[in-house]
T-cell receptor
Framework: AQRVTQPEKLLSVFKGAPVELKCNYSYSGSPELFWYVQYSRQRLQLLLRHISRESIKGFTADLNKGETSFHLKKPFAQEEDSAMYYCALSPNYGGATNKLIFGTGTLLAVQP | AAGVIQSPRHLIKEKRETATLKCYPIPRHDTVYWYQQGPGQDPQFLISFYEKMQSDKGSIPDRFSAQQFSDYHSELNMSSLELGDSALYFC????????????FGEGSRLTVL
């Protein structure tokens, strides 16, 4: 079965502390993994994707196929990082559809 | 830049009534996706369309139907509404099916009383 698991509903850290939002997936093929973010009163938007191997707003995520994980990390959290973060998997990347399977989301709260 | 537009933003209906949600994708985007997000839940994929044809189907109830029109906008029709249909309905669009990035609308919040 295709599934994305985000074990933490809420992650609260202080400004300047490191952040790691966990994501594990279950998929038999080679998935495409994404992190989407939703800031307060804004629409859901793409933060980064694993194939890009880029750092966006200081965030990075590495796909670990052995552990089936795609954890999102940032060395120093900022208050403006406070948002809901969704890990997502595209099981048919390169195929006929681009649908995403989302995790339940982690609310990141960065305290001053 | 133009984004995905959804209407109405809020909708209140009684049980057993019908509702129609509309989605206008970003210009030149040819693929539309519908998601349902219940309270405290993750967004659940309902259905998608590519070039006006259904391209994938998820957990969409039989009471729901959708289509994509010639101008690429899409409508989600919901009949015999139930209390459990109360949710935030997101529409997303993309150009083609191989980009990996979906652009989301702000959602339509349906409340069934």
């Amino acid at each position: 079965a295709q599934r994305v698991t985000q074990p933490e509903k809420l992650l609260s850290v202080f400004k300047g502390a490191p952040v790691e939002l966990k994501c594990n997936y279950s998929y038999s093929g080679s998935p495409e993994l994404f992190w989407y973010v939703q800031y307060s009163r804004q629409r859901l938007q793409l933060l980064l994707r694993h194939i890009s191997r880029e750092s966006i707003k200081g965030f990075t995520a590495d796909l670990n196929k052995g552990e089936t994980s795609f954890h999102l990390k940032k060395p120093f959290a900022q208050e403006e990082d406070s948002a809901m973060y969704y890990c997502a998997l595209s099981p048919n990347y390169g195929g006929a559809t681009n649908k995403l399977i989302f995790g339940t989301g982690t609310l990141l709260a960065v305290q001053p | 830049a133009a984004g995905v537009i959804q209407s109405p933003r809020h909708l209140i209906k009684e049980k057993r009534e019908t509702a129609t949600l509309k989605c206008y994708p970003i210009p030149r985007h040819d693929t539309v996706y519908w998601y349902q997000q219940g309270p405290g839940q993750d967004p659940q994929f309902l259905i998608s369309f590519y070039e006006k044809m259904q391209s994938d189907k998820g957990s969409i109830p039989d009471r729901f139907s959708a289509q994509q029109f010639s101008d690429y906008h899409s409508e989600l029709n919901m009949s015999s509404l139930e209390l459990g249909d109360s949710a935030l309905y997101f529409c997303a669009s993309s150009f083609g099916t191989n980009t990996g990035e979906l652009f989301f609308g702000e959602g339509s919040r349906l409340t069934v009383l």
